[in-house]
């Protein structure tokens, strides 16, 4: 597949932006990897990564030169592996909103090569952890002894190591089996270093697309990223989710832990389940459920409850069998006030269920998404932006395809494209930032599961102002929570 300017554009991102740093992926040392915490220490770290990726590509060039095309084709591979390989480790070490970076475009980019996408997905679950004795240290100093002490048993092995924190197992006094997240010692002051290139990278993006306005989207994911590194604000989001979802029948918050908590330490039960990697091998029909109920989980929750957990990552979820998924991590939750819910409400109306080109673009400039009066007819703007409700406009099964995440890619960043002229007009409402994941994240995600179901009758299910009845097997035993823990809703 050709790679479009999307991919051109995510690959550079973390090439350019994160071409970057040297430090070892596997081996976990005593001491543990620091956090580069320091503007200069991580941006020499990324100079250094560019300029090993430079040099690897004139070995490359020389080497392929009277090279035989199946030659010169492994020369590629091998060059592809590398420079991921190097990638993977580099943020890996520097954590931070760096290693976010590599998270997402392993899972998001459609167009990168297996192989690639292969090495760079361990950043979703599996960064190089810090040592024991620097977890202790962390534990003893917000709990105020040892983990020996706060617990009846601390497992030193981490279950997970992310971008923010490290996840060890732990069982309480009472005797409750817990998941203890540690925060990497360093790591706000390293994520406030990273902020620091924010404005630089989307001033660029600004320069090719003259609708955008970079100031206070870049504001805005500022904000979010600095409340992803309060872990006390993080608990509170959490149990808010675990609240509203208590009883459950497939989909799972962990609840929290509050007197095993700080701001660095959070705490909660332990969750079971398979990861990502393994749910994707599963039969169809088993994946359907994973990804109708990660669907659910999403328009539920912003609907219902006016909030969104904007790190749909593959990282993020635990699986079962018969659909009951459990999510992870609420660092990044945006809450939204019901004028934003209104606004998207509209949307939804004149593109899905009573489509109206002329109302769909006012609609769309009242909300921010189009500079008002732009020199683009209706017909187009609704070509572009309609994209993004494909897979509800029409009834029936719909499966979410990697060619229907690539496009959306596209559709974001290749300005150069056929729809360069809407796209050249369109903007990121700050409010709405958060969300734009669920046109990344969120469909590379069903698209890895190759998730099929009535996204459309699902959705009017979700939307309060239909308040459909229920469509599946899993809307049926979601009719029932409701009918008993959620009565006001009704069906």
Do not use: C
Not at 437 to 449: S, Y
Not at 464 to 481: D, F, R
């Amino acid at each position: 597949m050709k790679r479009p300017a999307a991919v051109g554009f995510s690959i550079g991102a973390v090439a350019g932006v994160a071409a970057a740093a040297v430090a070892r992926r596997r081996a976990a040392t005593t001491a543990g990897p620091v956090v580069s915490a320091t503007s200069v220490g991580r941006n020499v770290r990324l100079a250094r990564l560019g300029a090993r990726a430079g040099a690897r590509h004139t070995v490359a060039s020389a080497q392929s030169v009277f090279a035989s095309a199946a030659r010169r084709e492994a020369i590629d591979r091998s060059v592809e592996l590398r420079h991921a390989e190097d990638i993977a480790r580099e943020l890996g070490a520097m954590k931070g909103a760096l290693m976010k970076l590599g998270q997402m475009v392993s899972y998001l980019d459609e167009g990168l090569p297996e192989h690639v996408r292969t090495v760079l997905s361990q950043l979703q679950q599996d960064a190089p952890p810090m040592s024991v004795e620097l977890a202790a240290r962390v534990i003893e100093e917000q709990l105020g002894a040892p983990p020996d002490a706060v617990f009846a048993r601390f497992d030193p092995d981490p279950i997970a190591a992310a971008s923010i924190g490290q996840v060890h197992r732990a069982l309480t006094h009472d005797g409750r089996a817990v998941a203890v997240k540690i925060q990497y010692p360093g790591i706000a002051e390293a994520v406030e270093s990273d902020l620091g290139n924010v404005g630089l990278l989307f001033g660029g993006i600004g320069r090719a697309y003259p609708g955008f306005e970079a100031g206070p989207l870049v504001d805005e994911l500022r904000d979010r990223l600095r409340e992803e590194l309060d872990y006390e604000l993080e608990a509170q989001r959490q149990q808010q989710f675990a609240d509203y979802y208590a009883a459950h029948p497939f989909i799972h918050v962990p609840s929290v832990i509050p007197q095993l908590s700080t701001a660095s330490v959070l705490t909660s039960e332990l969750a079971e389940g398979v990861r990502f990697s393994e749910a994707e091998t599963w039969p169809a029909e088993q994946r359907d459920l994973a990804g109708e109920a990660i669907f659910r989980f999403v328009f539920r929750s912003f609907y219902r409850l006016h909030l969104f957990n904007g790190d749909p990552h593959p990282g993020n979820y635990l699986f079962r069998p018969d659909g009951r998924v459990t999510f992870l991590d609420f660092g990044l939750v945006k809450a939204f006030a019901p004028p934003d819910i209104a606004l998207i409400r509209r949307l939804i109306e004149t593109i899905v269920l009573d489509p109206d080109p002329v109302e769909f673009r006012l609609a769309m400039e009242r909300a921010g998404f189009l500079q008002p009066d732009a020199p683009v007819s209706n017909e187009a703007v609704t070509e572009y932006f309609g994209h993004f409700y494909a897979h509800m406009r029409e009834r029936g099964r719909h499966t979410i395809t990697g060619e229907f995440a690539s496009e959306t890619v596209r559709r974001f960043f290749d300005v150069n494209g056929p729809y360069g002229d809407v796209m050249r007009h369109a903007n990121v409402p700050p409010a709405f930032v958060v969300v734009q994941r669920v046109n990344l994240g969120l469909f590379a995600v069903l698209a890895q599961l190759g998730a099929t179901a009535d996204w459309r009758s699902v959705g009017e299910e979700l939307w309060p102002w239909v308040n459909g009845p229920p469509s599946s097997a899993l809307g049926e035993l979601e009719a029932e929570w409701i009918a008993v823990h959620h009565p006001e809703l009704g069906h």
